[in-house]
């Protein structure tokens, strides 16, 4: 059930046919006409002051909040880990009076 079936490559049967025959071509050149130029399917992007101080401006707005959350997420580490010190140093003081009064 485990073993894995490999599968034989059977032998082929019936009538087999010789592999084609390529004849050279020979190969004409054709002068073609310039093509004109085409105009391109979608309007070209103008880009005005008003435009461009937007962009900057969500631009901006986006740098500042996700470095907003980036630092409040290390804030949040950095907290977790005093507040786990803390515990530890209290947890470690606990243990040494109780073996003090022993």
């Known amino acids: 059930m485990f073993r894995p079936k ?5 032998t082929p049967t019936g009538l087999v046919t010789p592999p084609a ?3 050279p ?4 050149t054709v002068q073609q006409q310039p093509l004109a130029p085409v105009t391109p399917a979608r309007p070209t ?16 707005a986006v740098v500042l909040v996700v ?3 980036l630092v409040s997420m290390l804030l949040a580490t ?3 880990a005093a507040s786990v010190a803390v515990c530890a140093v209290v947890v470690r003081s606990l243990i040494a009076s109780s073996a003090k009064r022993r």
């Open 78 to 80: 950095a907290v977790t």
């Open 67 to 69: 470095g907003t959350v």
């Open 25 to 28: 071509t020979v190969v004409q």
């Open 45 to 60: 992007i103008q880009i005005t002051p008003g435009t461009a101080l937007a962009v900057i401006g969500a631009g901006t």
């Open 21 to 23: 025959v390529v004849q």
């Open 6 to 10: 490999i599968p034989t490559m059977p």
